[in-house]
């Protein structure tokens, strides 16, 4: 028996067999999409405080970017560098490890002929598995000669400064560094001195952000935007000269922000925006010691070169549209040396061949319901090798061990951009702080909580005999060794 089909039934037939020819596409489409690697982009600050951006409390200058992406991504307010100085935090952020674990301490300076050990992975090598085109612009500060650059570590570009931009023939305090000028690398090759000033520095780094985004949009790419600022001496451009009216400092600050936003605009401009992670943070707290050329830091007790929280607590802001809810402000703590891990899973690449301290906090940053600190601690390292303080996992309990930290102890600063002298010989005891009931670490609570500092204790026990302590003399087992000029990398 034959059928005929009158015209309003083929119709209808037509526009089933289109919607679901569509829905296909679509579902196939998205699948696509679900599975596409995402660009990433780490923008890193430095001695940027934990109160410098209005989102995090600022109030005589505006950070509309920062603020901006921040209510589209999460941000984080429990959230640390394993040590309060340049070199040591970078190699935590880049390898996943405490700093102490791959051999690095302190600040490199330009006279050193040490570096990251090639041997380490670092988060460049890790995405490289996954064909992204790799990229840092700014501060390096893990080895300024040939072997130790970038370029040696798994990034294809390079431009920026290998060391802090005061580690100079004009530095502040000169009297005490006898540095020749500054280069601008690019490469492995020093394509230019900055002899006079370094307004132009900030610009520079987001240009070539930008431009690697535009030459590298049709494949995954992870740059590392390491900005020289606001470390001292304090440099901004002739666009915010003076427009924060918070004088230098504020000035510097708004143009960060103004580098954020430009680089989230020409994502979003190019339909990259969706797929792509975009992180800002801070390398340690801020420089107190110069007065109103250093940052604030809120709540929070003293500053850079010190694992008091002023030191090591830093801003967060993570954007991801494709994955990161908008609008969340996430309280679990978390670290720098949880990235590397936790990208590694996100990409499905594999993590390095040698142990790290990091773990992947991805329930942290996709805000999961009842999402938890996967260590049972956080351990702060400073100078060679000290085991100073640690945080419990949940980041309610901050447990400090005996030794001397410097200060400014409330002294004013200059407004100058020179430093006033730090008392270094300030002790701390072991002390114990209910972070949760008391931020400003002001009241110890060690004897009415001895049972959570012994267990504290234990815990820091088990990281000495991995770790060591020079301050308990004891001799860790994972340590491994720095890079060093000449040797051949182990």
Request: contains cysteine; aromatic residues 12%; proline residues 6%.
């Amino acid at each position: 028996m034959r059928f005929k089909l009158n015209s309003l039934t083929t119709l209808f037939l037509l526009t089933a067999t289109l919607f679901a020819c569509k829905q296909e596409v679509k579902t196939t489409q998205e699948a696509a999409k679900a599975d596409k690697l995402p660009n990433i982009i780490l923008i890193f600050a430095d001695d940027m405080g934990y109160g410098d951006l209005s989102c995090y409390g600022q109030k005589n200058y505006q950070t509309p970017h920062l603020d901006q992406m921040a209510k589209e991504g999460i941000k984080l307010t429990n959230f640390y560098v394993a040590q309060p100085v340049c070199s040591a935090s970078r190699a935590s952020l880049l390898t996943g490890c405490y700093s102490n674990r791959v051999g690095v301490s302190g600040a490199f300076f330009p006279t050193d002929s040490i570096g990251l050990n090639q041997n380490e992975t670092t988060l460049a090598e890790i995405v490289k598995q996954k064909d992204y085109a790799t990229a840092i612009f700014g501060k390096w500060h893990l080895g300024h000669l040939p072997e130790f650059l970038p370029t040696k570590h798994g990034f294809d570009e390079y431009f920026g400064v290998p060391y802090s931009n005061d580690m100079w023939s004009k530095h502040p305090n000169n009297a005490n560094f006898k540095f020749g000028p500054l280069p601008i690398v690019e490469g492995e090759e020093t394509v230019k001195y900055l002899e006079e000033n370094q307004d132009s520095l900030t610009t520079w780094y987001t240009q070539r952000t930008i431009n690697f985004i535009d030459k590298n949009k049709d494949k995954p790419f992870f740059i590392y935007l390491a900005h020289s600022m606001p470390h001292v001496p304090l440099y901004v451009s002739d666009k915010f000269r003076g427009k924060s009216g918070a004088g230098l400092y504020g000035d510097v600050i708004m143009e960060i922000d103004w580098s954020v936003g430009e680089i989230n605009k020409a994502l979003k401009e190019r339909g990259l925006d969706d797929n792509t992670l975009v992180i800002f943070t801070s390398d340690n707290g801020p420089w107190l010691s110069y007065g109103t050329h250093s940052g604030v830091t809120g709540p929070l007790r003293e500053g850079k070169g010190t694992v008091w929280e002023g030191g090591i607590r830093v801003p967060f802001i993570a954007k991801w549209p494709a994955k990161i809810p908008a609008g969340v402000e996430q309280h679990v703590p978390a670290a720098t040396i949880d990235i590397l891990p936790t990208i590694t899973n996100w990409i499905d690449a594999s993590m390095p061949e040698k142990p790290i301290d990091g773990k992947d906090i991805e329930p942290i940053l996709l805000a999961k319901e009842g999402a938890e600190n996967p260590h049972d601690a956080y351990f702060f390292y400073y100078k060679q090798n000290e085991l100073e303080s640690m945080l419990s996992g949940d980041g309610k309990w901050k447990l400090y061990f005996p030794h001397t930290y410097r200060s400014i102890e409330g002294r004013q600063g200059r407004d100058d951009g020179l430093p006033i002298p730090y008392n270094f010989q300030v002790k701390a005891g072991l002390e114990l702080y209910d972070l949760n009931n008391d931020i400003s670490e002001t009241t110890d609570v060690i004897e009415s909580n001895a049972e959570t500092a012994e267990k504290l204790k234990t815990l820091a026990d088990s990281m000495r005999a991995e770790l060591g302590d020079k301050l308990y003399k004891v001799e860790g087992k994972g340590n491994r060794e720095i890079g060093k000029f000449g040797e051949s990398m182990n």
